[in-house]
């Protein structure tokens, strides 16, 4: 499959409004999100922002999916960590390599730094990739609090 990954620009915020939908909406992530998010982080993706940036996969004649990466510094292994938040291929896309080709591309852009991902054990098909790709799973709890 002849594909290519390319920073996200504000002429792929709708397409990539509706992925969101379908990402959001779906077990493989545990809240629902909202319009206003999926706007501000798509935003935050194609704007100047310090903290995140989005990726397109493509082939030439569609979006094929997208993936997000915001920035942050672990203080736990001393160096940058770029949490790859949101990975999302369309339905027809799955299964055909592309989502390694999204990861290795991420995780190659960068050098000496952790690269840090969630995902629903249910996700099997998903936490699989992750593994194939050098991730390895942490036995952490992840609190939160929000305002």
């Given at each position: 499959?002849?594909?290519?990954?390319?920073?996200?620009?504000?002429?792929d915020?709708?397409?990539?409004?509706?992925?969101?939908?379908?990402?959001?909406?779906?077990?493989?992530?545990?809240?629902?999100?909202?319009?206003?998010?999926?706007?501000?982080?798509?935003?935050?993706?194609?704007?100047?922002?310090?903290?995140?940036?989005?990726?397109?996969?493509?082939?030439?004649?569609?979006?094929?999916?997208?993936?997000?990466?915001?920035?942050?510094?672990?203080?736990?292994?001393?160096?940058?960590?770029?949490?790859?938040?949101?990975?999302?291929?369309?339905?027809?896309?799955?299964?055909?390599?592309?989502?390694k080709?999204?990861?290795?591309h991420?995780?190659?852009?960068?050098?000496?730094?952790?690269?840090?991902?969630?995902?629903?054990?249910?996700?099997?098909?998903?936490?699989?990739?992750?593994?194939?790709?050098?991730?390895?799973?942490?036995?952490?709890?992840?609190?939160?609090?929000?305002?």
């Open positions: 499959m002849n594909s290519t990954i390319r920073m996200m620009t504000r002429d915020a709708e397409a990539v409004y509706e992925m969101m939908k379908v990402f959001y909406a779906s077990p493989a992530v545990l809240s629902n999100g909202s319009d206003e998010i999926f706007r501000a982080d798509i935003e935050n993706c194609v704007n100047d922002s310090p903290y995140l940036e989005g990726y397109i996969i493509e082939n030439t004649s569609e979006i094929q999916g997208y993936a997000m990466v915001a920035k942050s510094f672990s203080t736990e292994f001393g160096k940058p960590c770029f949490w790859i938040e949101d990975i999302y291929l369309k339905d027809e896309y799955r299964g055909k390599g592309l989502g080709i999204l990861l290795d991420i995780t190659n852009k960068y050098q000496n730094c952790i690269f840090r991902l969630e995902a629903e054990p249910e996700n099997e098909r998903a936490v699989k990739l992750y593994e194939k790709c050098g991730f390895e799973v942490l036995p952490y709890l992840e609190l939160k609090k929000e305002d």
